[in-house]
């Protein structure tokens, strides 16, 4: 385990076991108390019930997929749904390793850099460096992905992060509201696949309950830029709000313990779906991508 820490907060990682994330306790503004935000991955849960993990060079379900060959298939590191479609890229149970460290009581900085398999060695892929960054302050976590791209080739990708919410660990997601800045759904087919950004309807831009609500549902921000979700529980005067995607997946699990937030840079199918939204880093160059989770109050 790996911890970050301020006076104030705190972040645990596993960084050799797929950078699962064990905790996120970020300080409270109304009442100066720590608040446990995210549901960490606890052995025996499945890899994938909770935590978070890094989906990337593609998001979600990708079909057809140009990875799907050697070496990349099969390996330990492709997973597919039920229907067999390629599910959340190939480096979410990838190894990392600190190569940064900055430590204070009001900001921390951890920088990893993810291992690659020798297998990977030599293919288009093993030419992307990935590095996994997270800044920590009282009461906001940053999450940022720089990605160079040594090939002389251009790389199309898409990436987010899938971490599972909660507040305490005391209340059920059915005591929790959700809101954001406004979005369009994106209709899913039979196979999990977007369809269509339904334009004609702005949703997610005011406050609802999430008692009884069964989500997994694919939102797309109407503005594209600044857009954000959060969560607010009715006997706190906070809310949890999280940015950085231009499209949110939003699940609740069973168990109703926690509530997935997935913010992403582009939709599933991001090659093949008209509105996926590729992101390309050109040879030689950096990328960074930013996410934020930050406790506020109202």
């Known amino acids: 385990m790996y911890q970050l820490k301020t006076k104030q907060s705190s972040f645990e990682t ?8 064990l905790g996120l306790h970020l300080l409270s503004s109304v009442d100066g108390k720590s608040v446990s935000v995210v549901s960490g991955h606890k052995p025996p849960d ?6 978070s993990f890094l989906m990337f060079p593609w998001v979600n379900r990708l079909e057809p997929n140009p990875w799907a060959r050697e070496p990349f298939y099969p390996s330990t590191h492709w997973l597919t749904d039920g229907n067999g479609i390629p599910l959340h890229g190939l480096y979410h149970n990838l190894p990392r390793h600190l190569v940064k460290e900055e430590l204070s009581d009001h900001e921390s900085y951890a920088e990893f850099e993810m291992e690659i398999p020798s297998v990977w060695k030599g293919t288009f892929l093993s030419k992307i460096h990935v590095k996994e960054c997270y800044q920590l302050f ?6 940022i992905y720089r990605l160079v791209n040594d090939s002389d080739t251009e790389f199309p990708f898409a990436l987010g992060i899938h971490p599972y919410f909660r507040w305490n660990e005391d209340e059920s997601i059915d005591d929790l509201f959700l809101f954001g800045s406004g979005f369009h759904k994106v209709k899913l087919g039979d196979y999990l696949l977007p369809e269509r950004i339904q334009k004609e309807d702005l949703v997610l831009n005011s406050e609802e309950s999430l008692v009884g609500k069964n989500l997994d549902d694919l939102y797309a921000a109407a503005d594209g830029q600044n857009s954000y979700i ?5 006997n706190k005067k906070e809310k ?18 926690s509530i997935a937030i997935e913010p992403m840079t582009g939709t599933g199918n991001f090659l093949h779906f008209p509105g996926g939204n590729p992101k390309t880093i050109t040879p030689k160059t950096e ?6 989770i930050r406790l506020d109050h109202f």
């Open 14 to 21: 596993h960084p050799t076991g797929g950078g699962q994330w």
């Open 46 to 51: 499945p890899f994938f019930a909770s935590g």
């Open 138 to 143: 009282p009461s906001e976590l940053k999450i």
């Open 230 to 234: 959060g969560l607010f529980s009715m």
């Open 240 to 257: 949890l709000i999280i940015r950085g995607g231009e499209f949110y997946q939003v699940y609740t699990p069973q168990d109703r313990r």
């Open 287 to 292: 990328k960074r991508i930013e996410f934020s």
